[in-house]
């Protein structure tokens, strides 16, 4: 395993983890969800099965996560989110370990930044697996209350407990994912796709990704992990994901 430290076109510092696999069948970047980090738990458990099929692996912290990456939480939006992606691909392709086309896989806003990615390139992308995607932001709408939405937009900031720390989101972050909707462009999307989410989802709901499911053209997989939530935590979880990613890779090999 590598870590790099590259800078964008600001200044501004992102890391990346390289894991270059003996002899590669290909290339996969994975793109971490809202707070969440190149180490968090499930990105590591997805990096591992893309390993164990020979594939090297790129993850990132983006800018304004809790990672090692530059900015704040409070300004994250889904646009820097984007950008970073964008910034470590177009770096990666001038490194010896770049393979095209490669895989996209992704969590939560990463899956949103992942399938953007591929509906702009659908040339470079050989596979797309976006995990518990964001879709676009009228089915966000449902994981708040039209009063939690005013508030937020008032007052300009989202205040939330997340498992004992409290965050806070400016409102830039949803003016930005109001930019961005899946489904218009999505007959661009006609390489394999694998849709995962758990069975409990509130932020990235079952019937969401039956929506964005049921509109792909090409060869497709939907899967619902039983009892999980919106990020596999459990290890019963993260084994269930594992093999559902481990058996789709080998039917592209």
């Known amino acids: 395993m590598e870590k790099i430290f590259i800078e964008n076109k600001l200044g501004e510092k992102i890391a990346i983890l390289i894991d270059k696999a003996v002899k590669p069948a290909g290339l996969a970047f994975i793109a971490h969800g809202l707070g969440d980090n190149k180490d968090s738990l ?9 390993l164990n099929n020979n594939y090297s692996v790129v993850r990132f912290d983006t800018r304004n996560t809790f990672g090692e990456s530059a900015g704040k939480f409070e300004d994250a939006t889904v646009t820097n989110y984007l950008e970073d992606l ?51 932001a009228e089915l966000s709408k449902e994981q708040y209350s039209p009063e939690e939405l005013k508030n937020w937009q008032d007052s300009g900031w ?22 961005y909707d899946l489904l218009p462009a999505v ?67």
Request: charged share 25%; net charge neutral; glycine share 4%.
């Open 158 to 179: 989202l205040v939330e407990d997340w498992d004992g720390r409290e965050i806070r989101l400016k409102y830039a972050y949803w003016q930005s994912k109001m930019k």
């Open 42 to 50: 499930h990105i590591q458990k997805i990096a591992e099965i893309f």
């Open 86 to 136: 964008e910034e470590v691909i177009n770096w990666s392709k001038k490194q010896d370990f770049f393979i095209s086309p490669f895989i996209l896989c992704g969590h939560s806003i990463g899956s949103m930044t992942a399938a953007v990615y591929a509906e702009k390139h659908p040339q470079e992308v050989k596979a797309l697996a976006p995990f518990s995607a964001v879709v676009n």
């Open 187 to 253: 007959d661009k999307l006609t390489m394999p796709v694998l849709l995962v989410v758990g069975e409990n989802d509130h932020c990235t709901l079952p019937r969401h990704q039956k929506i964005l499911f049921d509109r792909l053209s090409g060869e497709k997989e939907f899967h619902i992990i039983k009892d999980a939530p919106h990020t596999f935590r459990s290890e019963k979880n993260l084994q269930e994901l594992q093999i559902i990613l481990d058996n789709w890779l080998k039917t592209l090999n």
